[in-house]
């Protein structure tokens, strides 16, 4: 049962962003994926996170090179 919802809930939230289109023509249910709008969000979503690791690398990067470690002495 918990499946069946899942499966259901899943398909509502495909259809909320326009991947899945439900018609009835001449009472004849379908189903139909959007496999364009699907490979444009893929490539949009890759895109910004990439963009957002280079922007967090550029950042790593930058504070290792501006911030040395001084060594402390301490006595023992």
Do not use: C, Y
């Not at 919802?5 to 139909?32: C, E, H, Q």
């Not at 963009?51 to 006595?75: F, G, L, M, R, Y």
């Amino acid at each position: 049962m918990r499946a069946l919802i899942v499966i259901v809930i899943l398909l509502l939230i495909l259809a909320a962003v326009g991947w899945l289109k439900f018609s009835s023509p001449n009472g004849d249910p379908t189903l139909r994926v959007d496999t364009e709008k699907v490979r444009q969000d893929t490539s949009t979503i890759v895109e910004k996170s990439k963009q957002a690791v280079d922007h967090a690398a550029e950042k790593i990067d930058a504070s290792i090179d501006s911030e040395p470690i001084s060594p402390t002495n301490k006595s023992l």
